[in-house]
């Protein structure tokens, strides 16, 4: 797809359901997201759709998909797992990689 035909300034590529502080970009009637199923979520958003993002608002959700090719023409800021970064036109390809299985402790309650 490309950007200009959503309108679109960014995109988020997502595999959880909460972003920035637990906003949920992703629009509920489009399905629903999962960090387990496999698949990655795919946000078109323009400056308002960032701004609305604290008060309920979301992007365009594109698709969802188990691997994506983006390619840019010319060099463009980019933020990787919250690190802003300017990157040379390029071509990259996401997807998972592997998973694995953790385990937590239950949650107990402190008497402080």
């Not at 960090?35 to 958003?45: K, T």
């Amino acid at each position: 797809f490309h950007l200009r035909n959503y309108g679109a300034h960014s995109i988020l590529i997502l595999n959880i359901g909460h972003f920035a502080g637990g906003t949920m970009p992703w629009k509920q009637k489009s399905g629903t997201p999962s960090f387990n199923d496999g698949l990655l979520e795919v946000i078109a958003m323009d400056n308002v759709d960032l701004t609305l993002l604290k008060i309920g608002g979301t992007g365009e959700s594109v698709c969802q998909a188990k691997k994506i090719e983006l390619e840019t023409l010319r060099a463009m800021p980019m933020q990787i797992d919250g690190e802003s970064i300017l990157l040379n036109p390029l071509q990259i390809s996401i997807g998972f990689f592997n998973s694995m299985d953790v385990s937590t402790n239950k949650k107990t309650t402190y008497p402080y």
